[in-house]
């Protein structure tokens, strides 16, 4: 399974400090995306990274994608109390056309 | 205003009903997914459409049955014949049929079976 796998699956870390997830996958991607839920809605989503992409900036948000580990990392800077929600990687494979989504990382912003 | 509507956000089923979750998105997306989430868990692909009057099984097709007979509408129904139903239910749409676009989610409906 091309399935992504966030680590960790829970983060708590203090309002104004950095906080970062990972994600692995097993096989070949076209592209990589992220997106956050907040507590019983849907998802948004975040930044997209394509293979041919090292990394990508958007506000507060890094994303890096390193293929030959096969591996993602999202860091948001400067964390604010909003920015508690669950964070999904999804991944897109170069076989077939389905977008296969992780487990999620649980982050809590503590004030 | 622009976007993507579940109904209702909230449903509660008897076991051997047959219930019709409902999709609508204004964002004339050719591309519409139903996902099933459970606690602590990602999402797990139930149908998708990439176009009108055309639709196919994702991973946990069983039990489930959609309809695609407008561009703007796709719902889901949950059988009888799904063992285990009692899930959160979350509908995306995206601009064309390939998955490199961004997803767009609605609100998602809970559905619990008593």
């Known amino acids: 399974s091309q399935q992504g796998e966030e680590d960790p699956q829970a983060l708590s870390i203090q309002e104004g400090e950095n906080a970062t997830m990972n994600c692995s996958y097993k096989?070949?991607?076209?592209?990589l995306q992220w997106y956050r839920q907040n507590s019983g809605r849907g998802l948004v989503h975040l930044i997209l990274?394509?293979?041919?992409?090292r990394e990508k900036h958007s506000g507060r948000l890094r994303v890096t994608l390193d293929t030959s580990k096969k591996s993602s990392s999202l860091l948001i800077t400067a964390s604010r109390a909003a920015d508690t929600a669950s964070y999904f990687c999804?991944?897109?494979?170069?076989?077939?056309?389905?977008?296969?989504f992780g487990k999620g990382t649980r982050l809590h912003i503590l004030p | 205003d622009g976007g993507i509507t579940q109904s209702p956000k909230y449903l509660f089923r008897k076991e051997g009903q047959n219930v019709t979750l409902s999709c609508e998105q204004n964002?004339?997306?050719?591309?519409m997914y139903w996902y099933r989430q459970d606690p602590g868990q990602g999402l797990r692909l139930i149908y998708y459409?990439?176009?009108?009057?055309?639709?196919q099984k994702g991973d946990i097709a069983e039990g489930y049955s959609v309809s695609r007979e407008k561009k703007e509408s796709f719902p889901l129904t949950v059988t009888s014949a799904q063992k285990n139903p009692t899930a959160f239910y979350l509908c995306?749409?995206?601009?064309?049929?390939?998955?490199?676009?961004?997803?767009?989610f609605g609100p998602g409906t809970r559905l619990t079976v008593l």
């Open positions: 459409s990439q176009i009108v009057n055309d639709f």
């Open positions: 964002l004339n997306h050719d591309a």
């Open positions: 096989t070949s991607i076209n592209n």
């Open positions: 999804a991944t897109e494979g170069n076989r077939d056309d389905k977008i296969i």
């Open positions: 995306a749409s995206s601009v064309a049929g390939v998955n490199s676009d961004t997803q767009y």
């Open positions: 990274i394509r293979s041919n992409e």
